[in-house]
């Protein structure tokens, strides 16, 4: 399973509201039932709390070390999706959480698929 020790938080910057969206462009995993590579790209978009409610944000870094944990794992894209949206929802206890992947074709067909956590606002339902 993915490694979510490698995940590293900072405290939130403001106690504004605010959104952060952050786009991976190489993420990979492998199908268990091909044992081929899938590649995708992974998007999440959240709001942090307030600082003054103890708001943490993602460190990038850290969280490209967490995408690259699935290279080897043997995991449908669902499972991807819902994996990485409950890590970083229990991580970050954001306001609110949207995890997109989208995956190149294989055999013609391409796949989105999307999470959430919290009362996403429809804006953000892309």
Known sequence: MP???LLEVFES?????FVIEHTSEEFTSVCPKTGHPDFGD?????E???AKDGGI???LKSLKLYYQSFRNEGIFYEAVTNTIRDDLAGLMNPAWL??????KG???IKSTIR???GDVPELWLV
């Open 115 to 117: 999470a959430t956590s």
């Open 98 to 103: 949207v995890v997109r992947t989208d995956w």
């Open 13 to 17: 910057p403001s106690d504004a509201p």
């Open 48 to 50: 942090p709390r307030p």
């Open 42 to 46: 992974v998007t999440i978009i959240y």
């Open 3 to 5: 490694d979510t020790s």
């Open 57 to 59: 944000c993602v460190e």
């Open 106 to 108: 294989r055999g013609g």
